[in-house]
C-alpha cells in the first residue's frame, strides 16, 4: 500500500507564491511519473504539472512560465513552486504517483490541499 501525504496550500494574494509538497511513502520499489493536478468548483480535474523518472517535465499552457515541478527520488517527494498566482489558480490540488511496489504496479493519489488566491 502506497500513501501520499500533501503540504504547503493556503490562501495567498494575487502575485504570491506557495509550494506544495507530496510525500509519498510503503513499500515502493520503484517510482514512475509524479504529477500535480487540481480542480475547481463545478469544474474537471485537470493537469497542473508532471514530472517523470527521468526528469521530463510537462505543463498546461495556463501555467507555463509560472509553476515548476520537481522531485527528489531519495525522499520520494515531489514539489510544486507556484509563483504569480492568479485568482483562477484557485483549487484543490492533489498529487498522483505511479510506480511499482514488490507485488504491483501503484497509482496513488494524495488528499487534496486547498489553494485559494485572492484578488
Known amino acids: 500500500q502506497v500513501q501520499l501525504v500533501e503540504s504547503g496550500g493556503g490562501l495567498v494574494q494575487a502575485g504570491g507564491s506557495l509550494r506544495l509538497s507530496c510525500a509519498a511513502s510503503?513499500?515502493?520499489?520503484?517510482?514512475?511519473?509524479m504529477g500535480w493536478y487540481r480542480q475547481a468548483p463545478g469544474n474537471q480535474r485537470e493537469l497542473v504539472a508532471t514530472?517523470?523518472?527521468?526528469?521530463?517535465?510537462n505543463y498546461a499552457d495556463s501555467v507555463k512560465g509560472r509553476f515548476t515541478i520537481s522531485r527528489d527520488n531519495i525522499k520520494r517527494t515531489v514539489y510544486l513552486q507556484m509563483n504569480s498566482l492568479k485568482p483562477e489558480d484557485t483549487a484543490v490540488y492533489s498529487c498522483?504517483?505511479?510506480?511499482?511496489?514488490?507485488?504491483?504496479?501503484?497509482?496513488?493519489w494524495g488528499q487534496g490541499t486547498q489553494v485559494t488566491v485572492s484578488s
Open positions: 498522483n504517483v505511479r510506480g511499482f511496489t514488490f507485488r504491483t504496479d501503484f497509482d496513488s
Open positions: 514530472i517523470t523518472s527521468g526528469g521530463s517535465e
Open positions: 510503503g513499500s515502493i520499489s520503484r517510482i514512475n511519473a
